[in-house]
């Protein structure tokens, strides 16, 4: 059973820079997608930026592209470093992870169907 845990939101000026990071455990298969997708009050779910494990291959939503990186070390962290972030980045950010095949085709629209997520962690910039 994967588990995601979520650590490293909270509250920033903007212009400044947060680092989320998502711990996972549990069985994973050699290649997998995991990601972070946002939702903000009375908005939809929006994919931000995902990483296909086995390739290294990364995508970004348009509104991050530039600003945000996503990462993943050998102990199945995944992290998001935002830079130059905006009152519009403001919302719940969650991980997620699909053992899918494939499951990077469908680009940071996918991320938010993907079947394991955490909790999620506020992000607040003002």
């Known amino acids: 059973h994967v588990q995601l845990v979520e650590s490293g939101g909270g509250s920033v000026e903007t212009g400044r820079s947060l680092r989320l990071s998502c711990t996972a455990s549990g069985y994973f298969y050699d290649s997998y997608c995991m990601g972070w997708f946002r939702q903000a009050p009375g908005k939809e779910r929006e994919g931000v930026a995902g990483?296909?494990?086995?390739?290294?291959?990364t995508y970004y939503g348009d509104s991050v592209k530039g600003r945000f990186t996503i990462s993943h070390d050998s102990a199945n962290t995944l992290y998001l470093q935002m830079n130059s972030l905006r009152p519009e980045d403001s919302a719940m950010y969650y991980c997620?992870?699909?053992?899918?095949?494939?499951?990077?085709?469908?680009?940071?629209?996918?991320?938010?169907?993907?079947?394991?997520r955490g909790q999620g962690t506020q992000v607040t910039v003002s």
């Open positions: 990483i296909a494990t086995g390739g290294v291959s």
């Open positions: 997620a992870a699909d053992e899918r095949m494939f499951c990077w085709l469908s680009g940071t629209r996918g991320i938010v169907t993907y079947p394991y």
